[in-house]
């Protein structure tokens, strides 16, 4: 918790400041305004970066939640011990993110590219640890939950859950920005309309791959209630900077194809919500 509050300081100076003369000594100016100096149709628009502020104030609200389960006992034994929809592995996987997170920072406003998209990587893989250990768990307790503590299964869906779901989406786009950068400005010779097609082609195949393992593999059950992701793919691509190329048809089909998504896996979630109640038992 220490170590989140510290690095949630870090972020929402970063992502709020706008006038660099109020920005302190640690970082030279805004991630955006960092940003804005390697331009290129995959750049989304500088407001688009204030996410970090949802991001980070949604995951503060449920540490404060995860706190009160040291303080809340169910008969003879401490919430957090039982059920444990956040276990060790968990916040292991998520104090390694935030120490990457604060390092990005670092790097990315010192133009250290190429070591940034590395941090962003490893950002990456650590949130989908962070996801599979608590998916996996919620699912294991989930019957004694519902029983039980329903608010505290709502609780982790909802806040942890879809918290990450945010989280892990937005790194993805900054991942495949970070990387495009590296390979326009740093000396690979690919030329711009070329690495933001690749960019555009690797988003929509990650689209579509996410998009068939939640809703039907045997991931659903796992993370039917994490509705937060596709909206969130809604944003980039809505504000990605138009250079008037063929990447504008590129970015329309992408756009349209998060918003279809988005649509469908509402009606999904509700249609698998009233027809095919998780069963508990199974995990």
Known sequence: MVV????????TRKALTKDIANIEDWFERSIGATTGEFEFDFTPAGWVFTLWAVIFFWNLIWHFYALTTICRRY??????VFPNALPTPFWVAWIINLGLNIGWQFLFDRRYMIPAAVF???????????LATTY???????????DNMPGDLYAVRLLCHNGLGIYITFATVLFLLNLGICLIFWGTGFARIDVTTGLFSALA??????????????LEPYCRYTLTIWPTLIVPPANFWDENDRNDIYNA?????????????FILVLVNHRRKPIDYGMY
Not at 4 to 11: K, L, T, W
Not at 253 to 265: K, P
């Open 4 to 11: 989140a509050s510290v690095n949630y300081r870090f972020f």
């Open 75 to 80: 008969k003879h034994e401490y919430v957090y």
């Open 120 to 130: 962003m990587a490893l950002i990456v893989v650590s949130l989908i640890v962070c």
């Open 136 to 146: 996996f768990r919620t699912c294991r307790d989930g019957a004694w939950m519902k």
């Open 205 to 218: 195949f990650l689209m579509l791959v996410w998009f068939v393992l939640e809703n039907f593999t045997p």
């Open 253 to 265: 089909v992408l756009l349209g194809l998060a918003c279809l998504f988005c649509l469908l896996r």
